[in-house]
């Protein structure tokens, strides 16, 4: 005489409550959720998105590699500081640290790896080309003292850095997010961040400078104008 429920049964229940737990965990997986063994519980993660236009990289998130080009997104994100570190070839490291909220995206706009041999060569310019005007035409970014700040298309102004000396001269490199600036008499390079940043030349009052194409265009009060790129097309950079 036989009790209670057959192999069968019990092999199928177990079937249908595993489907059920499988489903719940991946619905959860789907909305942004991954169960922490530490803490018991579920809790809410995040995205990091990096931009930028790089190939045959390295690409890091807390010494673990994520991909070997950018843009790249990382999905699945704890909340908490994360460190991100981007390597490519005869190039300076590009290090950033994150606060990865549960509620938000962190993102990168542009990523840009600074050559590690800082060059600039002297370059012959069309004499109709008109380098003062181009000095002055970005109005997105200007400097307040030893401030840097930010200007959207509807005027709303954002802090953007507070140095320790006065910064003046600030523009936007060519990307659109790195900025150009002058501090202690040097010409300096930052990444949108302000992680990132390197000294590229000394400045002297009266020389200007721009940014085109991944390209900086520095010309000395003498008259000589000379070029250092960044953003090589024949290097890590796929445009």
């Not at 790089?54 to 460190?83: A, E, M, Q, W, Y």
């Not at 035409?137 to 320790?164: C, H, Q, T």
């Not at 900025?179 to 000294?199: E, G, H, I, P, S």
Request: one cysteine or more; charged letters at 25%; hydrophobic letters at 45%.
């Amino acid at each position: 005489m036989r009790f209670g429920p057959s192999l069968k049964v019990i092999s199928e229940a177990t079937l249908v409550i595993g489907f059920f737990v499988v489903g719940f965990y991946m619905v959860l997986s789907i909305y942004g959720y991954r169960y922490d063994t530490i803490l018991n519980d579920f809790e809410k993660t995040s995205i990091v998105d990096l931009g930028g236009y790089l190939k045959d990289v390295d690409v890091f998130l807390d010494d673990v590699k994520v991909s070997n080009k950018l843009p790249f997104t990382i999905r699945g994100v704890n909340p908490g500081i994360h460190h991100v570190v981007v390597k490519g070839p005869s190039h300076f490291d590009f290090k950033a640290f994150l606060n990865v909220s549960n509620d938000l995206v962190s993102k990168i706009d542009s990523v840009i790896l600074m050559p590690d041999k800082i060059v600039f060569n002297e370059v012959v310019f069309d004499p109709a080309f008109k380098f003062e005007s181009e000095v002055y035409a970005d109005r997105s970014v200007y400097s307040n003292g030893n401030e840097v700040w930010f200007v959207n298309p509807d005027g709303v102004k954002k802090l953007i850095s507070r140095m320790y000396s006065p910064v003046t001269m600030v523009k936007l490199f060519s990307d659109g997010y790195s900025l150009l600036f002058v501090r202690d008499k040097k010409l300096f390079f930052c990444d949108q961040l302000m992680q990132n940043c390197y000294a590229l030349r000394d400045y002297k009052e009266g020389d200007l400078f721009i940014s085109k194409a991944g390209k900086i265009f520095y010309k000395e009060k003498s008259g000589k104008i000379f070029e250092f790129e960044i953003m090589k097309e024949s290097s890590i950079y796929a445009f």
